[in-house]
């Protein structure tokens, strides 16, 4: 054999060796599990630790599953309620691979066991609202209503209810029941949720209305109490404003008054110092202001009015 096939020979079996290496080694980290299969069949348990492993190349094939926590929402369903209620109902929950061995032979992968959570958790709930009434399923708490959909989707007697279980423990019945299925198919369940109720369509219209017209009527609530509050303002200022006005009449008289009793005054002095002169005066005021070019006047000749008009008496 030449030195040149010799060197061909010794890379292709450099090559198959490097081949099966890689082939035989494979990494599991923190967030996985591996179930080893063999023709399709599981060999030995689940691989948990993480690092690197061995397995026979190329007849072994690694199947990789999650340990994390892990989401599924399920698909609204129509489920009556024990009052008769027709309601959609949708749920989620929090689950993970418990058992990857268990899991791998009954449901195979992620997506298997998502089809066999929707047949559980949504039968489970199913059987749970089924002997509740609609107002258990809704609410969790008995406390005071407000205006949300929660309110608008309960008639007024279901309002005035006190609530014996409550929504929160309705899931948790939920969870209960479907956690005692699930560990047959390798699957842990965290936590089961109702995430969205709300009424079939026929009725959906009568729910909004019924929304509808008491936002119109909290509207008008407060609209009313705006105008009282606004007639009790206007109320206020107008009494304010008489009280101003009155105030203010009353220091105008007194000005006046005082301002009329010193004219009083300045008059009774002027006079008692040349009564004729006073006398005079006012006289040609009184012409001044009741007599023009339209007045007619009819007066005797020795009328006092006439007094300064006449020539000076000999």
Known sequence: MSASTKTIVLIAVGLLGLLVLIDAVFVVSETNQVIITQFGEPIGGPINTSGLHLKAPFIQKTNYFEKRWLEWEGFPNQIPTKDKKYIWV????????????????????????HSRLDDIVDGEARNAIAKFDLIEVVRSTNREFELTEESAILELSEMITKIEVGREKVAQIILEAASKITPQFGVELRDVRIKRINYVDEVQQ??????????????????SEGDGKSAE????????????????????????????????????QAYSVDPEFYQFLKTLETYRTSLDSETWLLLSTDSEFLKFLKGPEK
Do not use: C, N
């Not at 949708?90 to 066991?113: K, N, S």
């Not at 200022?237 to 009449?249: D, T, V």
């Open 90 to 113: 949708e749920t989620y929950a929090r689950w993970r691979i418990h058992d990857p061995l268990v899991f791998f032979q009954r449901v195979r992968d992620e997506r298997g066991a």
């Open 206 to 223: 009568k729910v909004f209305d019924r929304m509808i017209a008491e936002r119109k009527r909290i509207a008008s609530k407060y609209r």
């Open 233 to 268: 303002i206007r109320g206020q200022k107008e009494k304010e404003l008489k009280r101003i006005q009155s105030e203010a009449y009353r220091t105008a008289q007194e000005i006046k008054g005082k301002a009329d009793a010193e004219a009083t005054r300045i008059y009774a």
